[in-house]
């Protein structure tokens, strides 16, 4: 199974600034259609995940344009800029190139 | 307006079965596969099975092979899970997801205990 490594687990953050999120992937996730099916999902407490990103770098729609995605290959980054309250959550990449799908272990992004 | 209204969760016993329920609307419920994520108690995600818009396909985590049933009715816009045999490891709460990931259900609890 493709194993997703997220760093770091924990991320306390300044309100106002920035946060980063690595995600690396054991298998190269370039699927047979040539994109990378990496997804990021945020996690409020108490509720279900959301998309934020799909396919490594398209924000969803209703997504503030403080998040974006990058990366190809095996290694993508969530970056999060100016920091907000709202913004309090784990985070989760996911990848659907292979089968079984699988999970980062996600990262808990809170404020310090 | 996207929903997938979940419902099933319950307490059951090491060993019983339980049947998970995923009612969608607001979309054209055929064209997407549909997938079930369990999230055990302050842990997180797991990918549980996938299904094929017509069913011809149907994909299980191994932890579940042979024990969980997914199946749909696209009449009904519904997708179900049966759990058999469960164990105290299948404990957690469960989603459904639509292909894409765009909408998730409110998610449903199962607890596994005697």
């Known amino acids: 199974d493709v194993v997703l490594t997220q760093s770091p687990l924990s991320l306390p953050v300044t309100l106002g600034q920035s946060a980063s999120i690595s995600c690396r992937s054991s298998?190269?996730?370039?699927?047979?259609?040539?994109?990378?099916h990496l997804w990021w999902l945020q996690q409020r407490p108490g509720q279900s995940p959301r998309r934020l990103i799909y396919k490594v770098s398209n924000r969803d729609s209703g997504v503030p344009d403080r998040f974006s995605g990058s990366g190809s290959g095996t290694e993508f980054t969530l970056k999060i800029t100016r920091v907000e309250a709202e913004d309090v959550a784990v985070y989760y990449c996911?990848?659907?190139?292979?089968?079984?799908?699988?999970f980062g272990p996600g990262t808990k992004v809170d404020i310090k | 307006e996207v929903q997938l209204v979940q419902s099933g969760g319950a307490l059951v016993q090491p060993g019983g079965s339980l049947r998970l329920s995923c009612a969608a609307s607001?979309?054209?419920?055929?064209?997407?596969?549909m997938y079930w994520v369990r999230q055990s108690p302050g842990m997180g995600l797991v990918w549980v099975s996938q299904i094929k818009t017509d069913g011809s396909v149907i994909n299980y985590a191994d932890s579940v092979k042979g024990r969980f049933t997914t199946s749909r009715d696209n009449a009904k816009n519904t997708v179900y899970l049966q759990m058999n045999n469960l164990r105290g490891e299948d404990a957690g709460i469960y989603y459904c997801t639509r292909g894409g990931l765009d909408f998730w259900g409110q998610g449903t609890l199962v607890t596994v205990s005697s």
């Open positions: 298998h190269n996730l370039v699927h047979s259609d040539g994109d990378s």
């Open positions: 607001g979309f054209t419920f055929s064209d997407y596969w």
């Open positions: 996911m990848q659907s190139t292979h089968w079984p799908f699988t």
